[in-house]
C-alpha cells in the first residue's frame, strides 16, 4: 500500500470568508473572478468580525493555498495572504463597487496563488 503524501484535510482552494450579510451578488462575482483564472474557491460564512481587512486575513491564514477573500456586510471585497500584515492586503474594493471590480477581486486572488501579475 503507497504512503499517503499529503495530509488528509480539505482541497487546495482561495479561502473565501463572508459574512452572513454579505451581498450574494458580490459573493458569486468573487468566485466567478477566482474560477475563470482556474482557482477553486471554498466559502465559509463567518459571523464575525464583520470586516473584510479582518476576515482575508482569517482566511488567508486558514487557506492551504495561503490566499483569502474576505467579504463584509456592506459588500466590501479584500483579498490577502498569509504571509502579509492585516492591514496590509493584496487589494481591497469598497462596498459600492462595480460588479466588474468584485470579479477582479477574485481573478486577483487566483494570480496571487499562481504568481502571475496582478492586471
Known sequence: MPEQVTAPGP??????????GAPAAV?????AGAEEEGVPTDVTEVP????????AHAAAGE????????????GAAVVNHGTLPERTPVVAT????????????????ARVVKHLPLV
Open 48 to 55: 464575525r468580525p464583520d470586516d473584510a481587512t479582518a476576515l
Open 27 to 31: 459573493l458569486r462575482q468573487v468566485c
Open 63 to 74: 487557506s492551504r493555498l495561503g490566499v483569502g477573500i474576505g467579504l463584509d456586510a456592506a
Open 94 to 109: 469598497p462596498a459600492q463597487a462595480h460588479p466588474s471590480d468584485w470579479r477582479r477581486v477574485g481573478r486577483i486572488a
Open 11 to 20: 482541497r487546495p482552494a482561495v479561502l473565501v470568508y463572508r459574512h452572513p
